[in-house]
């Protein structure tokens, strides 16, 4: 009777799609797609929604695990905007993000078609360059306090040997340096990626391209300008727009340097968020600013996914 009903209750379940799909072997992939998808919406998609919801309400931190709280609605964002260290903080993110990119980028770009060249030891040299990005940021903002310090820095030691300085500089506690002294550090803590994600384009380039512009008498800046560049294009869009999303969430850095000081003179958006949140335990507010960063990183995304498609389409 027993042996009946197990042989009854297998046969309904083969019946169901996904378990006869699993057991021939053809529903597998569908099985990864499924863990895929459970995955996004347990970490990356309630997350969001529950941040978007916070930044609505009244939020305390008596309130943080309950739903049950009073709605502001856009009070917490004309809250946000009418602090007056707003401007001041919104000024430093885009110069952070600017000039970190631009830096990067250039950098990177010159050191990919540097590597290009055939050399011996260039597989190597280029290892060496890849050890700082493996390191973890808040190790890298260690070693650049080190090398920032004021008194016994190494960078104020060879710029007043080189006499370039007339005397020391406090890049960590001086409010005219402070957000340049991280935009360094940030810079040089993302030239590695650029590098790698610009040789894979290059190497992509065909060769035959250069060869045959060579023997039209081309020379090596107008083949760089009509050759490289637009063949370039889509890789550098992904570098510009991952370089993005990665400054915007750049807080080790930060946090080991300079924690925003002096007087918010270093601070960027992603720290005076985690400030809010976690230090006033305004998390309304910190809310708020953590919304408007994923809605520029979406829009950032969206704009690099277009692109691409036109391209392709092209």
């Known amino acids: ?43 990356a998609a309630f997350p969001l929604i529950y941040t978007l919801v916070m930044s609505l309400q009244q939020v305390d931190l ?34 952070f993000v600017v000039l970190s990119i631009t830096f990067q980028l250039s950098i990177g770009f010159g050191l990919a078609l540097f590597f290009q060249q055939p050399f011996p030891g260039a597989t ?21 306090k080190w090398i920032l310090a004021g008194d016994f820095g190494v960078l104020n030691y060879a710029l007043t040997s080189l006499h370039l300085t007339d005397g020391k500089i406090f890049w960590l506690s001086d409010p005219d340096f402070a957000l340049f002294a991280v935009i360094i550090a940030n810079i040089w803590l993302g030239i590695p990626f650029n590098m790698i994600l610009l040789s894979v384009g290059l190497a992509a380039i065909p060769r035959d391209l250069y ?13 760089f300008l009509h050759i490289t560049l637009p063949m370039m294009r889509s890789t550098l869009g992904a570098v510009v727009s991952l370089g993005i999303i990665f400054t915007m ?38 809310s708020v600013v953590a919304v408007l960063m994923i809605a520029l990183v979406i829009l950032v995304a969206a704009l690099y996914v277009r692109s691409t498609e036109r391209e392709h389409a092209a």
Not at 2 to 23: H, K
Not at 212 to 219: C, L, M, N, P, S
């Open 211 to 223: 060869e045959a512009a060579e023997i039209d008498g081309a020379r090596a800046f107008r083949r």
């Open 62 to 95: 008596f309130s943080l695990a309950s739903f049950d709280r009073p709605f502001a609605g856009l009070d917490n964002y004309r809250d946000v905007f009418s602090r007056p260290e707003a401007l001041q903080i919104l000024k430093n993110t885009v110069i």
């Open 1 to 43: 009777m027993n042996i009946g009903r197990t042989r009854t209750r297998r046969s309904t379940l083969t019946r169901i799609p996904l378990i006869r799909t699993l057991r021939d072997g053809s529903g597998f992939d569908v099985t990864l797609v499924l863990c895929a998808v459970g995955y996004l919406l347990v970490f």
């Open 249 to 286: 969430q750049q807080f080790d850095l930060i946090a080991a340097l300079t924690k925003g000081g002096p007087a918010n003179a270093s601070n960027v958006a992603q720290y005076w968020s985690w400030q809010m949140s976690f230090e006033t335990y305004e998390i309304s507010a910190g």
């Open 124 to 144: 190597y040299i280029r290892g060496v360059f890849l050890a700082g990005w493996i390191m973890p940021a808040l190790v890298v903002g260690g070693i650049w």
